[in-house]
T-cell receptor, first 105, second 113 residues
Framework: KNEVEQSPQNLTAQEGEFITINCSYS?????LHWLQQHPGGGIVSLFM???GKKKHGRLIATINIQEKHSSLHITASHPRDSAVYIC???????FGAGTRLTVKP | EADIYQTPRYLVIGTGKKITLECSQT?????MYWYQQDPGMELHLIHY???????EKGDLSSESTVSRIRTEHFPLTLESARPSHTSQYLC????????????FGPGTRLTVL
């Protein structure tokens, strides 16, 4: 069983929809990362969280340490948000399997 | 803007060849990492380094080796490439604390025939 579980695995949305991607983990952590991987393979770090909530533009990330759960939200989604979103915990960087998001115009 | 580079971006090579994948960063980061990602699969940490002359194996067993002679440079070597090594290899770096953001390179897509 993977120590970092993401859901859903695949997500298709219409442009403008509010999107939520979930990440649950089973180990104690010092921080959790949300990463974005584009179709060409390049990875961008979106957020690093150890508590609470962070916002950057249309992206919001939250974490509940007690429940061992984090969510990534995208407001007013756009086709350019189409990518794989990966959750990783900061204990030797263990990764979730990723959520493949497709936003249709 | 992160300055971390990987070369080559794409490599197709025959079985048995020795290859070195290059990774360099100009940010002065102490920690550097190598990840392996098979198509459609999750990332796995294969090597990391806390600084010069420090290297450790990650959670995924790998036949590759790494070296860290200079802060900015963290090459990965396969002594004898095999088709099972076909994968994407991603390099990353961070300042040095456990909670620091990692900056990723563009990756090297390796195909071993």
């Amino acid at each position: 069983k993977n120590e970092v579980e993401q859901s859903p695995q695949n997500l298709t949305a219409q442009e403008g929809e509010f999107i939520t991607i979930n990440c649950s983990y089973s180990v104690g952590i010092s921080a959790l990362h949300w990463l974005q991987q584009h179709p060409g393979g390049g990875i961008v770090s979106l957020f690093m969280l150890s508590s609470g909530k962070k916002k950057h533009g249309r992206l919001i990330a939250t974490i509940n340490i007690q429940e061992k759960h984090s969510s990534l939200h995208i407001t007013a989604s756009h086709p350019r948000d189409s990518a794989v979103y990966i959750c990783a915990v900061n204990n030797d960087m263990r990764f979730g399997a990723g959520t493949r998001l497709t936003v249709k115009p | 803007e992160a300055d971390i580079y990987q070369t080559p971006r794409y490599l197709v090579i025959g079985t048995g060849k020795k290859i070195t994948l290059e990774c360099s960063q100009t940010m002065g980061h102490d920690k550097m990492y190598w990840y392996q990602q098979d198509p459609g699969m999750e990332l796995h940490l294969i090597h990391y380094s806390y600084g010069v002359n420090s290297t450790e194996k990650g959670d995924l067993s790998s036949e590759s080796t790494v070296s860290r002679i200079r802060t900015e440079h963290f090459p990965l070597t396969l002594e004898s490439a095999r088709p099972s090594h076909t994968s994407q290899y991603l390099c990353a770096s961070s300042v040095g604390t456990r909670t620091d953001t990692q900056y990723f390179g563009p990756g090297t897509r390796l195909t071993v025939l």
